[in-house]
């Protein structure tokens, strides 16, 4: 077993036991490619959430929020061309009749499957004995459509067929116009959402990295086409600085640029960004220039005027769009990967979860010294109650002694533990402890919020 393996097993373990992210369904047995977000885990992804929103959408005037549906017209994605080409390249497992990505079982076989037409694929798999996990032989390759396909009114197996989304990008697209219309917002402009999509994963792995039911975080960026190449540069930068803001380093992204053989089909360029996970580097975000694609599409296939009115030389045009993509599930399990520290303090060794402040669920603990004396007790809520009116984001703790406290807050990331003693009730101080060093400091009551640094 691998470095890297057990890594992974140590965060699927602590996600667990401290409430971040549990398997979905688990009482029943789980279903494959589904997880539930704990307490801890909603607020870490709740803090990526608006980490990004404010970055990329409040702190800009060009950018307009959106919360579009998830069922929608099956026309859209016949336009879009997820009807016809959205899909994976699948084998089965002859004996078992387990399913599996053809080209996830070439790359751990040491081929390269970019750019493979089903036919090599196939040919390879035969040549090199390639069996099934279970180590049986597979069935040839096969394209696999990834939409979630249901049905809307009254009667299931009735003739209207809806798809759960694919992705954001689209409910974007089709909102296009009444943005234009609400707004009258000038080029280059962008339109930015955080929502479900849904995607039929023929194998689920790797934790939160592949699932069914994931989050994405996107905007369409919509500019003269003769602007694209200025604007994709600018977005790469910008991209990179949301990269920082997570705390990540130069030496944890990676950034791939995607041959056109295996760009997606509406793509000119993209630029992939992937990040040194447990398992490997892999895709956290891409940055794709959709040139007009999307938009003509929908003109085409509904009729509607999709055009842009250029308000200076008053000529139409229909925008090109560049769009920047983020996993939010890829985000939280990067974030995790990034923060898990094991360490010695006071000669013990310790799990830690290094988060950056500003991304840490809980930001604070307040302890009494002792739960069992009614005065460190009432003192401590009262030092608690005083920040949560700042900081909402802090905890009362007086489970065990102050030693389990700490390892307990550490290992949930909290970057500071606040102790209530019985020399507080009479000098109105309390010790602060620090995450990271360990190190401890004497502090009046009336000072801890200036020096919690959040």
């Not at 005037?61 to 699948?90: K, Q, Y």
Request: glycine content about 8%.
């Amino acid at each position: 077993m691998t470095k890297d393996i057990e890594l992974m097993e140590k965060l699927v373990s602590l996600c667990k036991r401290r409430g971040f992210i549990y398997q979905g369904s688990e009482i029943y047995g789980g279903l494959a490619g589904t997880w539930d977000y704990g307490p801890l885990g909603l607020a870490l992804k709740k803090n990526i959430e608006n980490l990004w929103w404010r970055f990329f959408v409040d702190s800009r005037d060009d950018m307009f929020g959106i919360d579009s549906a998830i069922l929608m017209n099956p026309r859209v994605w016949e336009a879009s061309g997820h009807v016809g080409g959205f899909s994976d390249p699948l084998v089965e497992d002859k004996k078992t009749k387990k399913r599996f990505r053809a080209d996830h079982l070439l790359e751990e076989a040491g081929v390269d499957p970019k750019g493979m037409s089903l036919e090599e694929m196939g040919k390879i798999i035969v040549e090199k004995k390639i069996k099934s996990p279970d180590g049986n032989d597979l069935t040839a390759p096969q394209q696999f459509n990834m939409m979630f396909r249901t049905s809307v009114g009254s009667i299931e197996g009735g003739d209207t067929t809806v798809y759960l989304r694919p992705e954001t990008a689209q409910g974007m697209f089709v909102n296009f116009k009444n943005i234009l219309d609400s707004y009258h917002p000038k080029l280059p402009f962008g339109m930015a959402q955080i929502g479900r999509s849904f995607r039929n994963e023929i194998a689920p792995r790797d934790f939160i990295f592949r699932v069914r039911e994931l989050e994405i975080m996107e905007f369409e960026y919509f500019v003269k086409e003769q602007q694209w190449k200025e604007q994709f540069e600018y977005w790469l930068k910008q991209m990179h600085k949301w990269f920082e803001l997570l705390g990540f380093t130069k030496e944890d992204i990676k950034e791939i640029e995607i041959e056109e053989g295996d760009r997606a089909h509406y793509s000119k360029r993209t630029v992939d960004f992937h990040f040194n996970y447990p398992q490997k580097f892999d895709e956290i975000a891409g940055l794709a220039y959709r040139t007009d694609f999307d938009l003509k599409n929908h003109i085409e296939n509904s009729g509607k005027d999709l055009s842009y009115l250029d308000p200076i030389d008053n000529t139409r045009s229909v925008p090109h769009v560049l769009e920047p993509t983020f996993g939010l599930g890829r985000h939280v399990l990067a974030v995790i990967s990034k923060a898990y520290t094991e360490d010695e303090l006071g000669g013990e060794k310790r799990v830690f979860l290094k988060f950056p402040t500003n991304l840490a669920p809980i930001k604070a603990a307040v302890f009494p010294l002792l739960k069992n004396k009614p005065n460190l007790v009432e003192k401590a809520r009262e030092v608690y109650d005083m920040i949560k009116k700042q900081i909402p984001q802090i905890m009362f703790d007086d489970n065990g002694n102050i030693g389990k406290r700490y390892r307990r807050q550490d290992e949930i990331g909290t970057p500071y533990c606040i102790t209530v003693d019985f020399e507080t009730l009479t000098d109105n101080m309390v010790t602060i402890r620090e995450r990271d060093s360990g190190k401890q400091e004497r502090v009046a009551i009336s000072d801890i919020l200036s020096k919690i640094t959040i």
